[in-house]
């Protein structure tokens, strides 16, 4: 089992930035890869970011040269850094954890961007 723990939400402006983290515990060492979803009312959840056990990291088109996706192994935490942030970039995020079977998410931290 692995429990993933979300942080860093909240309203900001266009043009601002915010920081998520995302602090895995449990049996970290099955995960293979970290990611970051987001869900817009109405509409399904979409990949954001990912990064993998060996440091490779994706990007959805419409984030990229804007947000960073990062981890700090020894505290089994991912973060993304959300800079030019835009009111389509509202939604709320959820911490994805994958392991060979299983893929586990937290409980959401909700991000909304004032135009």
């Known amino acids: 089992q692995v429990q993933l723990v979300e942080s860093g939400g909240g309203l900001v402006q266009a043009g601002g930035s915010l920081r998520l983290s995302c602090a895995a515990s449990?049996?970290?060492?099955?995960?293979?890869?970290m990611g970051w979803y987001h869900q817009a009312p109405g509409k399904q959840r979409e990949l954001v970011a990912t990064?993998?056990?060996?440091?490779?990291?994706d990007y959805a088109d419409s984030v990229k040269g804007r947000f960073t996706i990062s981890r700090d192994t020894a505290k089994n935490t991912v973060y993304l850094q959300m800079n030019s942030l835009k009111p389509e970039d509202t939604a709320v995020y959820y911490c994805?954890?994958?392991?060979?079977?299983?893929?586990?998410w937290g409980q959401g931290t909700q991000v909304t961007v004032s135009s």
């Open positions: 990064i993998t056990r060996e440091g490779r990291m």
């Open positions: 449990g049996s970290t060492s099955s995960i293979l890869a």
């Open positions: 994805n954890a994958r392991t060979a079977f299983v893929r586990y």
